[in-house]
């Protein structure tokens, strides 16, 4: 979601003549986009500012700008404490980007802006184009939470969920599409809790599927409990709909879940997997744990291990718990941080061998590839298969924007490497 903040951030700056650069040394205004889910995010922040001043030392000071969840957290600490900063914009105020530098252009004092007002910022960005003109882009439909899982900010950073309309949304599709979008990643911090006026995110995504040019659909991030039958009709009966679901989890012990506020147990979220896997199968997921949650016992983590085992996850995000300020969670007492330690590698060495598993049965085998980028020099086009897996292929013709029928032929944990069909390697420079 930053990423597609980031660039709406540059559409809306883009009308008080500011471009995007990547001379940073010669910059004149930095934007800091913050996520506060990451672990350290504050410290991250002074540590970058630190290194901007430390550039600027003997130049004209830049305009610094902390955008983001950190901002919204922490903004007036922020402030505060490091006088390099002279702003400071919440995920919702955006919208207002351009009032601040002008505000801070004319020498006035440290800006603040970190209201609620998640309308008012969409409808201030429905005005202005969305220019991204990637092959696949994100795209913001809903925001904010009203899950309040223990340990989680977003709730207190994004606020209460919001959809936007249909309408909206099915407009910037076009935009993004006519910039050159093959696969659109409808973004939602509870994505399937949207809703508009009754329409849920399947109605959603049948709607944007009938845009011809649009090839592929993908949405983010899920929560079992609002998973309806609808949308898993729509896995079902539409094929631009990538097969491929993130599902975060956290935790396979009941207990644990309970804790945590989660609303779900693991028989439910089994549950759901073995409907999905039956509407269509070749699904697979993905999914988030938090490692050492507090009170997670030796058979609270097997618990876990279990259901990585039984669900044999393709992809898995695992972290040890660290608590966020302001969560419930963060006044519970954390577990010693060696025995976390051991139980996360013990996680991710089972996560890996699952992932390699499937990596290794994938060889040999045909996989559709959207591409991206070139990468390297030796006509080595990025791209990504339908379940979001990276594949670098050779060809001698541009690939970018293609859709392309790829032969597997070898792989590793984070990357796959495939031929075309025909593929003539004679046609290449070595
Ligand atoms: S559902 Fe997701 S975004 Fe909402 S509180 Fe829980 S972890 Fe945070």
Redesign the pocket.
């Known amino acids: 979601m930053n990423e597609y903040d980031s660039n709406r951030i540059y559409d809306v700056a883009k009308k008080i003549n500011y471009k995007r650069t990547t001379n940073l040394s010669e910059t004149d205004c930095y934007v800091l986009n913050t996520c506060h889910i990451r672990e350290k995010a504050t410290e991250k922040v002074y540590h970058d500012v630190g290194r901007i001043k430390k550039e600027f030392r003997n130049k004209k000071k830049p305009i610094v700008v902390v955008a983001g969840c950190v901002a919204q957290a922490e903004g007036e600490i922020l402030l505060n404490r490091e006088r390099y900063i002279d702003a400071v914009i919440g995920p919702q105020s955006y919208h207002q980007f351009n009032e601040t530098i002008i505000k801070i252009e004319k020498n006035q004092k440290k800006v603040n802006s970190t209201n609620f007002d998640v309308i008012e910022k969409f409808d201030t960005l429905n005005s202005i184009k969305n220019t991204s003109n990637k092959t696949s882009s994100f795209l913001t439909i809903q925001e904010g939470?009203d899950?309040?899982?223990k340990?989680?900010v977003?709730?207190y950073t994004r606020g209460q969920e919001f959809s936007r309309s249909i309408e909206e949304i099915v407009r910037e599709c076009y935009e993004l599409v006519n910039n050159g979008s093959k696969e659109i990643t409808l973004l939602g911090?509870?994505v399937n809790a949207y809703n508009f006026k009754g329409k849920n995110l399947s109605d959603l995504i049948f709607e944007i599927s009938k845009i011809k040019e649009l090839k592929r659909i993908r949405y983010t991030?899920s929560?079992p409990i609002d998973f309806n039958p609808d949308l898993i009709e729509a896995h079902q009966s539409l094929k631009k709909l990538m097969p491929l679901i993130h599902l975060?989890v956290q935790s396979g012990s009941d207990k644990i879940l309970k804790n945590m506020n989660?609303k779900h147990n693991v028989e439910d979220y089994l549950e759901l997997i073995n409907k999905l896997r039956k509407a269509k199968p070749e699904i697979e997921f993905s999914s988030d744990f938090i490692i050492g949650y507090p009170g997670e016992t030796e058979d609270d983590f097997n618990a876990t291990l279990k259901l990585l085992k039984e669900v044999e996850f393709i992809n898995t995000y695992s972290f040890i718990y660290s608590a966020r300020p302001g969560t419930p969670a963060a006044k519970l007492q954390k577990t010693d941080e060696t025995i976390l330690k051991k139980r996360l590698t013990v996680f991710q060495k089972v996560a890996r061998e699952i992932k390699m598993k499937y990596k290794k049965n994938l060889i040999n085998k045909k996989s559709l590839v959207l591409f991206e980028n070139k990468v390297g020099k030796n006509n080595e086009f990025f791209g990504r298969d339908e379940f979001s897996n990276s594949v670098i292929v050779k060809s001698h013709e541009n690939l970018i924007g293609k859709i392309e029928e790829i032969k597997i032929i070898d792989g590793n944990q984070s990357t796959l490497f495939g031929t075309k069909k025909n593929f003539n390697k004679k046609n290449f420079a070595a």
């Open positions: 939470c899950k309040f899982c340990f989680c977003v709730p911090q509870n991030t929560h975060p989660r």
